[in-house]
């Protein structure tokens, strides 16, 4: 069961996993919190939430008591020394048709907030429409963000370029939101200014290619083009976005991204689409076509453990783990741990442990809970 404590009587039953060991530890509730939105401190200290009021754990995930507002955003980032970066999701077009993002800055560890503004230059960016049908001016950061070996940042953005003109599948054409892409993009002064886009993913996907001995090779399809893999027009219902930024055990960059997730709902029944990864080992300025490594998936978060292993979650329908221990190459062992579709965040919060932190159903309302797990490799 997930936990005693919070009544939850959800049943999780976790596979053998081919060279990983996971094992369902406690579950504890996330005191006063409504989003299981998570930021942790280099110094070790935890906040959940996203009010006025959040819960902070100084333990580990163990033990929560209400404190003041974290971060806030998805998109925060400890740069050390004290140096906390948060920055909201949208973009504001400027005369000059670079954009303006709204962000907060710490000097001193999130104990006071300077408000400012950052420069992103995307020259070929248009409007963004969203699910809920706002209109950005141009594209969203959402979670995924990192800081490079040389002190660089990279963060991962959704949106349009001019002229896409592909719309989402399964959305009334009324809503005009045209499928997405998902880019990087760069900056060299720890936020200030944000720019060389580079495309992850728009519409394209790898998949398999063609075998020797099909009957049509070297008829009508030419011996070249014999391949154990090829590029293929993309399955998404959405394109490719909310991805996720991790750096493999190998120093490989992983980006992991939705490509649907509209709810069933008035009777019908809309099913899952893929969870995709891209690779980079170049430090984000190409990327592999993204391949397909789960069934589902909305905002994927991603933790590299101290043991090598990279843990994923998502949700959409029901809450997910799924593992790498080849530095992303291959994924397995994807098991369910809760039944909401609300977006999960993990962290790895003592050896060979990490806490997901995900809402929890209790009667007519919901509560962010923690649930520890231990990950680690079997030894023979």
């Not at 404190?67 to 925060?76: D, H, L, S, T, W």
């Not at 790898?206 to 099909?214: E, M, N, S, T, V």
């Not at 593992?323 to 039944?339: E, I």
């Amino acid at each position: 069961m997930v936990s005693a404590a919070s009544g939850q009587s959800f049943k999780i039953n976790v596979p053998d996993i081919p060279g990983i060991r996971v094992t369902v530890g406690k579950s504890v509730i996330i005191p006063g919190q409504k989003s299981p939105l998570t930021f942790q401190f280099k110094d070790g200290p935890i906040v959940v939430g996203k009010g006025k009021q959040t819960a902070w754990s100084y333990d580990g995930g163990k033990t929560w008591k209400l404190g003041p507002a974290g971060p806030r955003q998805k998109v925060a980032i400890d740069l050390g020394n004290g140096e906390i970066l948060s920055i909201q999701r949208n973009s504001y077009r400027r005369p000059d048709g670079k954009f303006t993002l709204k962000q907060r800055r710490s000097l001193d560890n999130w104990q006071t907030v300077m408000e400012e503004e950052a420069v992103l230059d995307i020259p070929q960016a248009s409007s963004t429409v969203t699910g809920s049908g706002d209109r950005i001016d141009g594209f969203l950061f959402h979670h995924g963000i990192l800081q490079l070996a040389n002190g660089d940042l990279i963060g991962t953005m959704y949106g349009n370029y001019k002229g896409d003109v592909l719309l989402c599948d399964g959305y009334p054409p009324e809503f005009n939101q045209r499928k997405y892409r998902t880019i990087v993009v760069f900056s060299k002064d720890k936020g200030h200014t944000w720019g060389n886009p580079v495309l992850v993913a728009y519409d394209r996907m790898l998949a398999r290619g063609i075998p020797a001995d099909h009957k049509m090779v070297g008829k009508t399809i030419p011996i070249s083009r014999v391949s154990a893999t090829t590029v293929v027009p993309a399955i998404t219902q959405e394109g490719f976005r909310e991805a996720d930024l991790v750096q493999a055990p190998n120093g490989d960059l992983l980006c992991v991204m939705r490509s649907g997730g509209r709810n069933p709902g008035g009777g019908v029944n809309l099913f899952p689409t893929p969870l995709y990864c891209s690779r980079s080992t170049d430090g984000g300025h190409t990327w592999t076509p993204p391949a397909q490594i789960a069934d589902r998936g909305v905002c994927p978060n991603l933790v590299t453990m101290k043991n090598g292993i990279i843990v994923c979650t998502y949700s959409r329908p029901g809450n997910w783990l799924i593992f790498s221990d080849d530095n992303g190459k291959t994924w397995k062992g994807a098991f369910q741990f809760g039944t909401t579709d609300s977006y999960n965040y993990v962290l790895e919060v003592a050896p060979d442990t990490i806490q997901v932190y995900h809402e929890v159903k209790k009667g007519k309302d919901k509560i962010v809970m923690g649930t520890f797990f231990e990950v680690k490799k079997k030894t023979n």
